[in-house]
């Protein structure tokens, strides 16, 4: 089916984050806690202690063949890549501890649980290199830590031996291009984070690849917060407890009042009226249905000509989305019918998606939406009206938007009039793959209802825990011929 229309609002950059929590990891160890120096054991054993995800350090290979622990080229002043052992294995690190062999590196890492981020050092002499990747994959191999260790390097032709023989991911410091970076054979990105801020298209451009992003060396609660912001999949720091915090925080449950309703094109009550049955439940996110946009109708004169989508966001206080269905009349009586969504939160991206119509009857679509939820975490909400003359039909629709909302990865919430009780297709449809947001109890019509057609749900329905449901005041003066239901969930980002 064809797409309608689409709309991407950019309401700040354009944000690509995946529904991974990132990783921390501690650059050159947990250097910066007591009585610990930069790629001592130490870091090691303290970068463990606080469960960071990886520990980052750095390798070189002496004259005589021996791998050393470093970050700099030289250790006290002697050059590790042109000294022996001899010279070196007397230099300390600032902590007291001497400079670690790789090998005793490796021998604490066993015993501990955290992965390992190993940096090959850029030798002047490259044919160094090439007797180092050998040595390092098979000692890494020999202790049982090849699925616990990812490679970087600045170097390119360290970058191609590691690719050719470790059979782990492989990542390149240098900022080159995503398209260049795939080709050459890397995993993904391991970036400073000023390259990603000097392109702000390769975050995106690298996850559309499914090439992770590992963003480097941040410090700052603001540089820290971007990364999570901008979906990084490791964030690479000196201050990982720091790191880990802002990324529990991030991640953390959120809980969400969403609403559906279905307005009858507001024959029965006025737009403040209606508003105010929304604002009632102080919503997060609504679904509504039968919205009309500068539409005529006799049978609804005192909301003619409104803009029911403006109108209901500016007396709730709200963020206003449409999607059309329809055009109606003509001339003087021009206007259009459709769903919309009213969200507290913005949106990076809305969508109006055609659904399959065979039996030629009125149009139905999706309307999608991306928000972010405090100015950061993203999640999928939803607005759609389902056939109501042919259940197979409506069955069929509902099964074609399950992918449309999974196919970002997020969790995903959609609202609406699916013309179906909850033991017909389409719900059941929804419920195979999703979890129900509301009750079952009846929502149509509004003055004495007797099935139930209004719903939420939400995918993956591991992401979501119901805490409590609601519907409308059954009523003969009813806003609608549909009641509002109404429902507070819980997001679980973790999961």
């Known amino acids: 089916m064809k797409r309608i229309f689409t709309l991407t609002a950019f309401l700040c950059l354009l944000l690509s984050v995946s529904a991974a929590v990132p990783k921390v990891v501690a650059h050159r160890g947990y250097h910066r806690a007591p009585g610990s120096a930069e790629n001592s054991i130490r870091s090691l054993v303290k970068a463990d202690s606080i469960k960071a995800d990886a520990c980052e350090f750095d390798v070189w290979l002496s004259a005589d063949g021996e791998l050393y622990v470093n970050h700099n080229r030289d250790i006290n002043g002697v050059i590790i890549e042109t000294a022996t052992r001899a010279e070196l294995d007397n230099q300390k690190l600032p902590n007291g501890e001497y400079l670690p062999h790789l090998s005793t590196f490796l021998d604490t890492a066993v015993t501990l649980g955290i992965d390992l981020v190993l940096e090959l050092k850029n030798h002047k002499d490259i044919t ?49 291009e995503p398209k260049e970076l795939k080709e050459a054979g890397g995993t993904g990105a391991d970036y400073h984070i000023n390259v990603f801020r000097a ?8 996850h559309a690849m499914d090439m992770p992003v590992n963003i480097w ?17 490791f964030i690479t720091t000196n201050e990982p407890e720091l790191a880990q915090q802002l990324v529990e925080k991030a991640y953390a449950p959120r809980t969400l009042k969403i609403m559906s309703y279905n307005l009858r094109f507001g024959e029965l009550a006025s737009m403040q009226r209606l508003a105010d049955e929304i604002k009632a439940q102080n919503p997060d996110f609504v679904a509504l249905q039968e919205v009309d946009v500068n539409s005529r109708r006799n049978i609804a004169p005192h909301n003619n000509g409104k803009n029911f989508v403006n109108e209901l966001a500016y007396l709730t206080g709200m963020f206003g989305y449409y999607g059309r269905t329809l055009n ?34 009125e149009p139905r679509v999706l309307l999608k939406g991306r928000f972010l939820l405090d100015g950061g975490m993203p999640i999928i909400f939803a607005s ?3 056939d109501f ?26 609202g609406g009039d ?42 993956p329905a591991a992401d979501f825990t119901v805490d409590s449901t609601g519907e409308g005041t059954v009523s003969e003066h009813a806003a609608s011929d549909h009641i509002p239901v109404y429902s507070t969930v819980t997001v679980d980002y973790t999961k």
């Not at 060396?217 to 999949?233: F, K, L, P, R, Y």
């Not at 197979?392 to 919430?413: F, K």
Request: aromatic letters at 8%; one cysteine or more; charged letters at 20%.
């Open 199 to 206: 392109n702000p298209t390769w975050i995106s451009e690298l």
């Open 128 to 176: 160094r290199e090439d007797v180092a990747v050998p040595m390092i994959v098979k000692m890494i191999a020999d202790r049982g830590l090849t699925d616990r260790t990812t490679y970087i390097t600045f170097s390119r032709n360290a970058f191609d031996r590691l690719v050719e023989q470790s059979g782990r991911p492989v990542y390149f410091l240098t900022g080159i």
């Open 217 to 233: 060396t941040v410090d700052s609660e603001a540089d820290i917060q971007w990364c999570i912001d901008h979906g990084a999949e």
């Open 328 to 361: 109606l009349g003509k001339s003087d009586n021009r206007g259009y019918y459709g769903v919309a969504i009213l969200s507290r939160h913005p949106a990076e991206k809305i969508e109006t998606l055609e659904l399959p119509n065979p039996k030629a009857v």
């Open 389 to 414: 003359s042919n259940k197979e039909t409506s069955e069929r629709q509902a099964r074609y938007i399950i992918p449309l909302l999974t196919a970002d990865g997020i969790p995903a919430i959609i």
């Open 418 to 459: 699916f013309n179906c009780t909850p033991d017909q297709g389409a719900a059941q449809a929804m419920m195979e793959q999703g979890k129900m947001l509301t009750g079952t109890a009846p929502t149509f019509p509004s003055h004495a209802p007797n099935k139930r057609l209004d719903y939420l749900f939400g995918f």
């Open 384 to 386: 759609t009206h389902l």
